[in-house]
């Protein structure tokens, strides 16, 4: 089996995966070494009557509903392309800041168009990165050889367009989802040529089992996480205290903070300071949730050298102390573990408490064996004879899915339960209304349009929810 690398990149209507679409999928395949295999993929998909992209999305790409009608095709569509030509067995899907967010989009299409939301990250040997994450253990442990750009207050900062610039590496136009594709693996080609070590081995460990491996040989090492602060290039050194209680991973502990003011919590107090504030009043409980098939960026307390302890500000002696302190409190981990079950219960209340709709329900629960065989079956048939699945949620997406992608072939009762739920989705609450707010936007913002440019795309968007909009409300 060959094993290739697909980059990625994805420009969506929004920044919600459960609610908002994509409308640019674009693809570049190589061999281990980088080296282009096949012709670039870019694809348009086009916008549906019951969508409203992100006003922000657009101003920031330039794509309106009207360009994605005229130049794409439709989910259904791109489905197929995607299952039969991108998803091959030995890919490793690769992207910038990927499993946060684009993978993220592309298990909610998928679930939504009748296919299994898993499987493309597994199946077949193929398997998932993401190249922040290297970006950044890169630049904290190993930054020698590359230009690493930072913000108006001398910040590091690892945006992606920045990092190519800063490189002089071929990136024409941020937020084009080709162009960001091209510049993922110009920087991909940069950091193998000047740190390939680091390179091969973090690539390596996006294996969970080898993540796996390595936590039952090291319950101290060093972390990269988006979670910690830019002043210290995102990297901390953490102890795992203990499995995590409902993933793959662990739970850690940032080494650089004193534990005692913690250790005598209750899990009921250790819930509420493990809470972001965005004014807290008391130090937030340092402890990280590290899930081993998130291609954690980790590496063993041998890669630290004097330069880089300097560069990141670690005294080693605190370090120690600080993990002899919970290595000495047995039950610590325990009431972590506690507090962790009390905020998973408080999400998942107030989860429960905003209206759902059935796009947003992929993780209400694996999808049914016999419904998994049963969608197989939908593209080898008409949309408009959809079978009866035991799952719920996919008799209810049943109807979308035809609205969407095949709207001349709604019968009747299709066509009804369809404006319904247009109806509910888009136009239920007078002027809190989900169509309401964003018109009432558009014309807000074309109020500030800084150029043509944004004055065209504002007025793009609200000939779209004109267009969209049904003649009675």
Not at 140 to 154: F, K, M, N, Q, T
Not at 398 to 418: C, G, I
Not at 436 to 446: D, L
Request: charged fraction near 30%; charge should be neutral; proline fraction near 4%.
């Amino acid at each position: 089996m060959t094993k290739t690398l697909l980059f990625y990149d994805l420009e969506t209507s929004g920044f919600n995966p459960r609610e908002d679409k994509i409308m640019q999928f674009a693809g570049q395949r190589t061999d281990m070494d980088l080296n282009p295999v096949g012709e670039p993929i870019n694809y348009y998909i086009k916008m549906t009557e019951d969508s409203l992209p992100s006003i922000d999305a657009v101003l920031l790409t330039g794509i309106t509903p009207q360009k994605t009608l005229e130049d794409g095709i439709t989910e259904a569509e791109f489905v197929k392309i995607f299952d039969a030509q991108i998803s091959q067995p030995g890919t490793t899907f690769v992207g910038f800041n990927s499993i946060r967010f684009d993978d993220e989009f592309m298990r909610f299409f998928l679930y939504r168009n009748f296919y299994d939301a898993y499987e493309w990250q597994w199946k077949n040997n193929q398997s998932r990165w993401d190249l922040l994450d290297l970006v950044r253990m890169t630049r904290a442990l190993r930054p020698e050889g590359i230009e690493w750009p930072v913000d108006e207050e001398g910040k590091s900062i690892n945006k992606l367009e920045l990092l190519t610039k800063a490189n002089k590496l071929s990136h024409d136009s941020a937020h084009d989802a080709m162009s960001d594709v091209t510049g993922t693996i110009m920087l991909a080609k940069l950091i193998k040529s000047k740190q390939g070590k680091l390179f091969d081995y973090l690539l390596e460990m996006r294996d969970k089992k080898k993540v796996q491996e390595f936590l039952t040989k090291n319950n101290t090492f060093v972390y990269c996480s988006g979670k910690y602060p830019a002043e210290f290039e995102k990297t901390t050194i953490v102890l795992s205290l203990g499995p995590h209680p409902d993933r793959q991973g662990t739970l850690v502990y940032d080494l650089r903070h004193d534990p005692d003011e913690f250790l005598n919590l209750s899990a009921e107090e250790l819930a509420k300071r493990w809470k972001y504030e965005k004014e807290p009043k008391t130090k937030r409980l340092p402890v990280k949730s590290m899930q081993s098939n998130r291609c954690p960026a980790i590496a063993p307390m041998s890669v630290f050298d004097g330069k880089s302890i300097k560069r990141l500000s670690i005294d080693l002696s605190i370090v120690d102390s600080n993990k002899q302190k919970l290595l000495g409190n047995k039950d610590f981990y325990s009431k972590v573990a506690k507090a962790l079950e009390i905020l998973n219960k408080d999400r998942e209340s107030g989860y429960k408490s905003k209206k759902m709709f059935v796009d947003g329900l992929l993780y209400e629960g694996f999808i049914p064996d016999q419904d998994k065989r049963l969608m197989s079956e939908i593209y080898k048939s008409l949309p408009a004879t959809m079978p009866n699945f035991a799952d719920k949620r996919l008799n209810a997406l049943a109807t979308l899915y035809v609205a969407r992608n095949y709207p001349k072939k709604l019968d009747e009762n299709q066509r009804t339960s369809w404006d319904k739920y247009r109806q509910e989705y888009l136009f239920d609450g007078g002027n809190n209304s989900k169509f309401v707010k964003y018109m009432t936007q558009i014309t807000q913002r074309k109020q500030t349009a800084k150029d043509s440019n944004q004055t065209y795309l504002l007025d793009e968007l609200s000939l779209w929810g004109e267009s969209i909009m049904p003649e009675v409300l």
